[in-house]
């Protein structure tokens, strides 16, 4: 009876870890907010090794002076909202999260040790 109770509490907390992992729409969001936050450490925590490079480029596009950086930057702001509420896709270890109201260039991501990580590409 005591294996029984032990085992029973350790699949408990497996549960309850596994629950604990952020989806792929809260990691997009997470990350997005890092941007427009131009914090480049919690954008390369939440992104894969391929996309920090790119992360330091874009939070300065982001967060620049000029009409565009600032017009870029409420346009990211605005999308939050709507990355909360859009939807995600999930393929075995690759995940698409889409905006809400649209299905046109969703956010890609990968699951690496278990974690998802938004993987952006340069194009």
């Known amino acids: 009876?005591?294996?029984?109770?032990?085992m029973l509490?350790?699949?408990?907390?497996?549960?309850?870890?596994t629950g604990c992992s952020d989806s792929p729409k809260d990691v997009v969001v997470k990350w997005t907010e890092?941007?427009?936050?131009?914090?480049?450490?919690?954008a390369n925590e939440y992104s894969t090794e391929n996309t920090h490079s790119l992360n330091?480029?874009?939070?300065?596009?982001?967060?620049?002076?000029?009409?565009?950086s600032k017009k870029t930057k409420a346009?990211?702001?605005?999308?939050?909202?709507?990355?909360?509420?859009?939807?995600?896709?999930?393929?075995?270890?690759?995940?698409?999260?889409?905006v809400e109201g649209s299905d046109d260039k969703p956010a890609t991501l990968k699951k690496i040790d278990g974690k998802?990580?938004?993987?952006?590409?340069?194009?």
Not at 116 to 123: E, G, I, M, T
């Open 75 to 98: 346009e990211l702001e605005a999308s939050i909202e709507k990355l909360k509420n859009g939807r995600e896709e999930i393929t075995g270890d690759t995940a698409k999260v889409f």
């Open 9 to 17: 509490l350790a699949l408990a907390g497996l549960f309850i870890f």
């Open 116 to 123: 998802w990580k938004v993987d952006a590409q340069k194009k």
């Open 34 to 42: 890092a941007i427009v936050n131009g914090d480049i450490k919690t």
């Open 56 to 68: 330091g480029l874009i939070i300065g596009v982001v967060n620049g002076k000029s009409e565009d």
């Open 1 to 6: 009876m005591k294996k029984l109770s032990v």
